[in-house]
């Protein structure tokens, strides 16, 4: 009975630890649910319009599952109903943002706060010790079955059956949960916020690499080794394995217990992984404001381009083989040529392509301008300005690094594709100039958003939160607008649409410059504002 009272006492607060989170969240979770669903509803719409009849499915899976790198990004084509084609476009990719989205959710709210100090300040209230983890995971889990049944209710508008609707929204979300519980117990091991994120992510890409080599190579028994590999093997739309959900639940229980487990042996604000000691001296990359932004962003910079390098690769290998993925459908191809370009179908794809991944880097410039919010709230900043340190040379120091990132990334992206691809076509000094040259010519859009999340930053620092609203609605225009046929006007408003769709398309300087002027300005206005206003209101 006191083993049970004190497990109800550990618990106090949950409720209102669960509201608090919730209202922190009230703009970026509705985001992530709104990217996951649409994006998922959008790839229905899409099949739907493009292979209406059965022959032209079963021509578009036979392609599909004769390309092994295909197969290794998407895994293969279980059914050729629209339904099994959405669950083989969208189950891992949604399921790999859901697993994302539970990682930087339960982080945020458990690591986070302790690094910030707040958690303690919270505790010193009648809250129980494992509200916090509580409310994190339940906050998680609430965010995971709103993406469930949002899938399950869309998609049989758009003509699929209830049962793999259902069942896809289910995989995706008990996936998402299950990545959650494992943020949860990275953050009882980590010390930082950051490392905590990057154990669970680094666990998500080894886990997302054993799929895609289980994909790949035919071994179908490495695809249940991975949580992704089960949302596969669910088989929505085809088989309907309904059983299979009992895994990712089970695994989220125990790691959730695990988690527990740990929390009840370390004290507030350590991890039980040692700190690393630094180095005796700052060295020669610490030496003044820039040497400190370097510092602060080569991590996270880091993990980002090797992802970055393992996507352009796999994209300039497929692309050889994208033709006859593409030819099964007059109606996809004139899609992707409408996404991408007007001078052959592969230019078009590889346009398409840098489109997408040019809005994935938009997500690491907005994560890295807010950096300088970050270490305002840590109370970081004072101590830097005390010094002979101008406020706008701080800020810039951060603004600056987040647009170099991106443009890293993109360099990175180019070089890599180009390398693939010019490997396959026997012309790596041709195809790398022309891949890099495609990459690079995104940035101005990537330096708009930068400047976006500036002026939040800077200005309006309680809302920083919009910046993220602001990718989400560039990229579901990007995602929807062909789709739907949205005017042009509409589409105008993401800079992303300016930027000319290369290869293949005709290249022009002044949608560059027009980005590259709008972005200074918007930099300009953060740095003003900063200057004036107060730190940390």
């Not at 339940?138 to 259902?166: K, Q, R």
Request: proline share 3%; charged share 10%.
């Amino acid at each position: 009975m006191s083993a049970l009272s004190a497990s109800t006492r550990s618990l106090t607060g949950t409720r209102i630890m669960l509201r608090l989170a919730t209202k922190r969240d009230r703009i970026v979770l509705p985001v992530w649910v709104y990217v996951l669903v649409g994006t998922t509803a959008s790839t229905a719409y899409s099949f739907k319009g493009l292979y209406s009849t059965e022959s032209s499915r079963e021509q578009f899976a036979a392609s599909v599952n004769a390309t092994p790198s295909a197969v290794a990004i998407y895994g293969s084509v279980q059914s050729t109903s629209l339904g099994g084609l959405t669950a083989w476009r969208i189950a891992v990719l949604a399921a790999t943002l859901a697993a994302v989205m539970s990682v930087l959710l339960v982080v945020r709210h458990t690591r986070a706060e302790e690094q910030t100090g707040r958690q303690e300040l919270v505790g010193a209230a009648a809250v129980g010790r494992h509200a916090p983890l509580a409310s994190a995971i339940s906050i998680a889990a609430l965010a995971n079955l709103i993406v469930a049944v949002g899938t399950a209710v869309v998609l049989p508008f758009l003509g699929e059956t209830a049962a793999g609707s259902v069942l896809l929204g289910l995989s995706i979300g008990a996936c998402g949960l299950l990545f959650g519980a494992l943020a949860a117990v990275t953050a009882q091991l980590a010390e930082g916020s950051r490392a905590a994120n990057g154990i669970a992510l680094a666990v998500l890409g080894a886990l997302y690499l054993a799929r895609a080599a289980g994909d790949a190579s035919g071994w179908s028994w490495l695809l249940w080794c991975t949580p992704l590999g089960w949302v596969e093997q669910a088989g929505a739309f085809a088989q309907n394995r309904w059983w299979t959900l009992a895994l990712p639940l089970a695994g989220a229980l125990l790691l959730t217990a695990a988690a527990v487990r740990l929390a009840a042996h370390r004290d507030l604000g350590s991890g039980l992984l040692a700190a690393r000691d630094g180095a005796a001296r700052g060295g020669r990359d610490l030496r003044g404001v820039n040497g400190l932004a370097y510092r602060l962003h080569r991590a996270p910079l880091l993990g980002w381009a090797v992802a970055f390098a393992l996507a352009g690769g796999v994209i300039g290998a497929i692309s050889k083989d994208i033709g006859g993925l593409l030819n099964s459908s007059a109606s996809m191809e004139k899609y992707i040529r409408e996404l991408g370009g007007q001078q052959g179908l592969v230019d078009a794809y590889l346009a398409s392509v840098f489109g997408v991944m040019a809005l994935i880097a938009a997500v690491y410039v907005a994560q890295a301008a807010l950096r300088l919010r970050g270490e305002e709230t840590g109370g970081r900043v004072e101590p830097v300005l005390a010094a002979a340190v101008s406020r706008v040379r701080f800020a810039l120091s951060h603004f600056g690094a987040a647009l170099l990132g991106g443009g890293i990334l993109l360099a990175v992206m180019g070089v890599s594709t180009g390398l693939a691809y010019g490997v396959r076509l026997h012309d790596v000094s041709g195809q790398l100039t022309a891949m890099l040259g495609a990459s690079i010519a995104q940035w101005p859009a990537l330096a708009v958003v930068g400047g976006l999340t500036a002026l939040l930053a800077a200005v309006l620092p309680r809302y920083t939160a919009v910046a993220w609203a602001f990718v989400a609605a560039f990229m579901l225009l990007a995602e929807l607008g062909p789709v739907l046929k949205l005017s042009q006007a509409v589409m105008d408003i993401s800079p992303f649409t300016h930027v000319p769709k290369l290869p293949g398309a005709a290249f022009g300087w002044t949608p560059l410059i027009v980005l590259t002027v709008i972005a200074v300005v918007l930099l300009a206005c953060a740095l003003v504002g900063f200057r004036r206003r107060d730190l940390t209101t």
